[in-house]
């Protein structure tokens, strides 16, 4: 799941609150590279155990066993070295006598000893909630996170040493790591005796989900973190006290931009009509969506019933036609509908407009940000060039230069490779808002709504409401409007 579908699915979750915010989250982990001393069953070699078995019949000394056995007395004396260092025999050194220890004669019952043997092996320690544990998930370098735009916690437990490892908080977690992950057993084999080493120790970051709801009368701000799609209200409450305590794990969007409301206003192209329609939509799609929803669950029903039979009815075989019938007429309902978009509705918009363009692409930014256009964005408009279609980037000023600005110089780079020629970037004046066209088919004008947060700081959340419309006349009002613009040398 995204975090945009995430935060669709929860945006009512929270009573008298609205979702204000949301985002990708790096908690920190430490990576604790340590040697483990596992207690192992290990199998008695042959001669090691002639040995145990000659020393529990009285013949305890090296010579006589070597002649019994016939075999060089170094070979013996190096099984001898390894039974005494497994504690399973006894060495008396002046009369060269040998003796068995209970361990030994335990061992020589079953023909397998328990001996120490030192593994390297991958300790966590969450650097959020200190607990211990073992995993093999991957997690993120601090480049990764800001490659991915997923913003890094600070830890607030601080880098652990070895004395602060509590063996039974270890001992527990490979003991839970051992039962959850069968394959694992092998290298874990045995019990933890101690944690002998920490090689090296750096800090990782795994990425959560986070939900900032503001709750309307108030304005206080909750926190619901998610992993994967598990809420986990112990970081969610971490990070709610990191919050009130003025600890920044949240990032206000500065308003860059004048209200929508300006002479150069994209908006004032659109009809009324239109944006009354999309207003409207948005109880309509509700019930589109959960219609939707129904009709699958009585298709799947019905072929699961139908399995349990040699063959379907013909009944069955119309009535699931009829129903994926009703299902394509309403999505083209909603595909054709005048709507609103909200936030967590824009990016899968605008990934799916690249995977499935077949002609033209254009995108409009007042200003182009790093989490806008980050590497995976960059990825499908590579894609989208390699096939042959072109891409229009027409982007407004921004305080930050051209040179200086990340997401406008890995542009630049795309266009310098082969396929480049068909990306075109143009510096535009007077741009207030987000547009998208695609083929001509639809577009999209995302207008900049403000909810009121700490005024005193000229602080708040950005709420992004986009306009959807199949309107051809838009479309050419839209693109002709751009094409007139100021160009900035």
């Known amino acids: 799941m995204t975090i945009e579908e995430l935060a669709k699915q929860k945006v009512n979750s929270m009573p008298n609150s609205i979702l204000v915010k949301y985002y990708e989250a790096g908690i920190p982990q430490w990576h604790m590279e340590a040697i ?44 001898v070295a390894i039974l005494q260092k497994n504690n399973l025999i006894m060495v008396d050194i002046f009369r060269s006598k040998l003796k068995l220890t209970d361990k030994g004669e335990e061992a020589l019952k079953e023909a397998i000893t328990i001996v120490p043997e030192d593994i390297e092996y991958v300790l966590y320690r969450d650097g959020l909630r200190g607990n211990i544990y073992l995993d093999t998930k991957k997690l993120y370098s601090s ?32 003991k839970i790591f051992k039962k959850n992950h069968a394959y694992e057993r092998d290298k874990l084999e045995g019990n933890l005796l101690e944690v002998s080493h920490i090689v090296k120790t750096y800090v990782e970051y795994k990425k959560v989900f986070v939900l900032v709801f503001m709750n309307k009368k108030s304005k206080d ?40 409301h300006t002479k150069y206003s994209l908006m004032s192209i659109v009809p009324q009509k239109i944006i009354d329609n999309a207003k409207s939509f948005v109880y309509k799609e509700s019930t589109i969506e959960r219609e939707l929803s129904n009709l699958t669950t009585q298709i799947e029903v019905i072929k699961a019933n139908a399995e ?26 909603y595909r054709g509908a005048d709507r609103i978009l909200f936030t967590y509705d824009q990016k899968p918009l605008l990934i799916n407009s690249l995977k499935n363009a077949q002609n033209i692409i254009v995108i409009a930014l007042p200003y182009i940000k790093l989490n806008e256009l980050n590497n995976e964005i960059l990825g499908y408009i590579e894609k989208v060039l390699q ?45 207030y808002e987000k547009i998208l066209i695609k083929d001509n088919e639809y577009i999209v004008i995302t207008t900049f709504n403000w909810v009121p947060f700490k005024e005193e700081l000229k602080k708040g959340f950005r709420q992004e409401i986009g306009y959807y419309t199949e309107s051809k006349d838009v479309i050419k009002k839209i693109k ?8 900035v040398l």
């Open 36 to 79: 483990l001393t596992m207690l192992k069953q290990k199998k008695l070699s042959v001669l090691q155990e002639f040995i145990l078995k000659f020393v529990s019949y009285g013949i305890d000394d090296v010579l006589n066993i070597c002649e019994f056995l016939g075999i060089n007395i170094s070979a013996v004396n190096n099984a």
């Open 143 to 174: 480049k990764q996170l800001h490659d991915f735009n997923i913003k890094p916690i600070n830890a607030i437990i601080e880098k652990p040493s070895i004395d602060e490892l509590e063996f039974e908080k270890v001992n527990y977690a490979i």
């Open 221 to 260: 701000i909750e926190f619901q973190v998610y992993d994967g799609t598990i809420r986990n209200d112990e970081y969610s409450i971490i990070l709610q006290k990191q919050y009130n305590n003025n600890n920044r794990v949240l990032d206000f969007d500065k308003k860059q931009i004048i209200d929508e």
């Open 308 to 333: 349990n039979d040699e063959e379907q009815s013909e009944s069955e075989m119309e009535k699931i036609h009829f129903l994926e019938k009703r299902i394509d007429e309403m999505k083209n309902e």
């Open 387 to 431: 096939r042959g279609i072109n891409i229009f980037i027409g982007y407004g000023i921004d305080t930050t230069k051209d040179k200086s600005n990340l997401s406008v110089q890995k542009l630049l780079k795309i266009q310098r490779k082969r396929y480049g020629e068909n990306l075109h970037l143009i510096r535009l004046k007077h741009l």
């Open 480 to 487: 002709e409007n751009l094409s007139n613009k100021d160009w």
